[in-house]
């Protein structure tokens, strides 16, 4: 997952297929910029500084030669400094990741939450149908459960994309997994399910984002 990528020419065919969409539908040419600033090494340094962690190098290329963030899939969050501190901005949120243990894939999230509670010292209760224990971490955390279940969830990952709808991707930045996405969709509590290719393999984010964009070409053609 950590091997470097090319991504030139990636930039000019997104904007390329955008003024191809803008032309087809009236309307008038682009006026503004579709993707974020690249961010410079020094920045990208110091935001995996900041966390303690080495970006995926897919991921790592695509901010120094393609973009903070701007289009993608749903569309991508833009990873800035607000207030000093680096994180995922989206839809007016700046999301920090949380780099102290690796990503829980979903097939494991009810032990990790059963550890949680009993390191503090309380035996959890039978689980709901999500296989959550939500109930049991508002026992032992009170008001703060939620957010402390919330956190723990998306513990090694941010969140790359917003889909709409409740229907978020992740990029996995800590774990055995790092490098690849997961799929969300709220109304599914609480599965992360792997992105995958036609063929059933795993997306890494240059896979991932290059099959949008080559989905949105075909289209436009």
Not at 53 to 81: I, K, M, N, Q
Request: glycine share 10%; charged share 25%; with cysteine.
């Amino acid at each position: 997952m950590n091997t470097h990528v090319d991504w030139s020419g990636v930039r000019e065919r997104v904007i390329a297929v955008e003024e191809a969409e803008r032309r087809a539908r009236g309307r008038e040419p682009l006026s503004y910029s579709l993707f974020e600033p690249v961010l410079t090494p020094a920045e990208i340094a110091e935001a995996e500084a900041q966390f303690g962690v080495a970006l995926p190098e897919e991921y790592r290329t695509f901010l120094a030669e393609v973009g903070a963030g701007g289009p993608g899939p749903g569309h991508l969050s833009s990873l800035c400094r607000i207030d000093g501190n680096w994180g995922w901005l989206d839809e007016g949120y700046h999301w920090l990741l949380d780099p102290s243990g690796p990503f829980v894939e979903t097939e494991g999230w009810a032990e990790q939450q059963r550890a949680t509670l009993r390191a503090a010292g309380y035996e959890p209760a039978t689980q709901d149908e999500d296989t959550d224990y939500l109930d049991d971490y508002y026992k032992v955390f009170g008001d703060a459960g939620e957010e402390a279940w919330h956190l723990e969830r998306g513990r090694g990952a941010v969140i790359i994309s917003d889909n709409g709808c409740g229907m978020t991707g992740w990029l996995i930045i800590v774990g055995p997994h790092r490098g690849e996405l997961r799929d969300r969709d709220c109304a599914t509590n609480p599965p992360y399910e792997p992105y995958l290719d036609a063929n059933g393999n795993r997306h890494s984010f240059h896979t991932w984002y290059l099959e949008w964009l080559e989905q949105r070409e075909s289209a436009a053609r």
